[in-house]
């Protein structure tokens, strides 16, 4: 069980850190803290002398109990994100759920978009937010800010991903700007970036029948 800690030794410990009390937690270790910068973890002794980086497991069980915060850090994350801001695709009847970091010319996003309705055969409900990866003020932002600016957004989303201009002007208040920061906040590292219901980054591109078994190792 984790070391029980007081509100005064986690102000202290945060104090130290240089984060807030609420970013900082007990662990297992007794004298050890876990630290949260941003989307990074860290762990840091009482005393705030001595840090370190890295997973930390629980070897009876073999569980990575950093992991399991980094799931719970994404799935809040994304969770604070209404999917009326999202551009979704889902069969009647979805046995799983994914959200899918996506840019409009990434070509391994236009390789899983191309599968999109075999992914939705299978019951995978994807749903679409935007990270360009080359960041504000380049072409695939402006793409993306077409593509939510569109009538048919779904529509828009496919004919944008087989090369095709768009010729929607760009809107007021597009979630671009919020998606492609939640995803720096998650550390994505790359496109597309598919995370599972609970948290899990499960990779990137994954053919239809591959990703269906990597989302069965996340179900409870």
Known sequence: QPEPATSETLHAVAARAGVKPENVRSTPIAGVFEVLRGSDILYMTRDGQYAFTGDLYQVPTRANLTEVHRREIRRTLIDAVPESRMVVFSPPDPKYTVTVFTDVDCSYCRALHRQIAEYNRLGVRVRYVFYPRTGPNTESWHKAEQVWCSADRKAALTKAKLGETLTAPVC??????????????????GTPGIVAANGALVGGYLPPDALVEQLKKQQP
């Open 172 to 189: 007021a208040n597009t979630p671009v700007a919020q998606e492609y920061e939640l995803g720096q906040a998650i550390g994505l590292e």
